[in-house]
Structure formats: C-alpha cells, structure tokens
C-alpha cells in the first residue's frame, strides 16, 4: 500500500494510524447529516415511482415479484428518511451542551479498508481532530466524504460534542472554530499594528523631547 500510493504532508491512512495506536470512532452523525437525501435515496425513489406507474398501467409481474421489491424499496427508503431525521434530531441535542471538547485539526485520514482505494475514484476521507490540554488526547473525524479532500488547517480549532451515554456518536462544530480562528488572526493582527502605532508614537515623543 505504501509503495503504490504516495501521500501528502500530514495525510494518513487509517490502517497506518491504528497501528501506531491512534484510535477513533467515524463520525456518523455528521456523515449522515451532510450526506442527506443522498444519489442512492433518489434512485430508490425513482425506481419505486416507476415500479408503481407500471403496476398501475397493468403491467404483468411474474409471481409476487412486484410486492417484493416494492416491500425492499419501500424498507429502504423508510430506514433513510428514519436515520437521517435520527440524525439530525441527535446532532441537534447534542451541540446544546455546554460543555464540549475542545479539540485542534492534527491530519486527514484516508479510509484505505475500501477495495477501490487504488482507483482514486471511491475512496473515503476525513479531518482528524486532536484533544487539546490532554495527557492521554482522544481523536475524532470530521464527516466522512467522498473522494480525498484536502481541507487541513494546522490552526484549526473545533468543538466537539459527546454523547455521554454512547461515547462513539458525537459531532464536530467546525463553523464557530472557523469563526474563531478567523477572530484570532484578526485579533492577532489588529495587536501587530497597535504595537506599530505605539513605538511609532513613542520615537515621535522622544524626538520631541
């Protein structure tokens, strides 16, 4: 694996990292939620659509071939729509804690278990976040997309929220860390040039003088 693909700076395959003891759940909320009614849900549905125009327009089935697949379309499309509105129910409650994890983007992870990973085309990525102020740091994943996405910033700091009950569902607020960093280099750039003000006020003082 390592022979065949060369990888960026601070980009990781997950095989790699669980061997050096890095450790973390995917994050399924998030995935679910970004995800939503995905190209799979629609193709169901179309072909659902479908299947019901040609039994109606008195198509002929072979046995009870047409409830059949009318039933495992219909169970599917019913457990998509049920995870995702879980989802999206769960993310919600659990980003009113006040008390979330502090955590700092550390790499991005390939998942290398996908057998299309040497293709380039189906592989799966995610940012890997850091706990931050930890002896023992725990690691998690941002959403999990399609393809390689190389969307790593070093500075980037992310708040995380624990399901207390169940440690492996959670979810990554990257909008406000975004915000924050982005007030941070303003702060920190705004302090730079009231430094400059301020020495250049004190030559013009001492020149006075």
Known sequence: MK??????????LRSYLRKCGVRFDTNIID???NRGLGIS??????VTALLW????SDWTFPGNSFYVIF???CSYLGFYLSRLCWCLKKRKKL???RIPVVCEAYAVVLYDENKFLHSGRWQRSAVL???????KPRFFSGAVRRGFCYDFRPDQV????IDRENMRFYTVDDQSATAFTRARKSFQTTQTVGEVFSTSAQKDILKEK
């Open 3 to 12: 022979n065949t693909i060369k990888l960026p700076a601070n980009v990781y």
């Open 31 to 33: 995935t679910v939620c």
């Open 41 to 46: 849900f629609l193709i169901s549905l179309a």
């Open 53 to 56: 125009l040609a039994h109606c």
């Open 71 to 73: 039933f495992l379309l």
């Open 95 to 97: 980003r009113s804690d």
């Open 129 to 135: 976040y850091k706990e931050t102020g930890s002896l």
């Open 158 to 161: 992310v708040r995380i929220f």
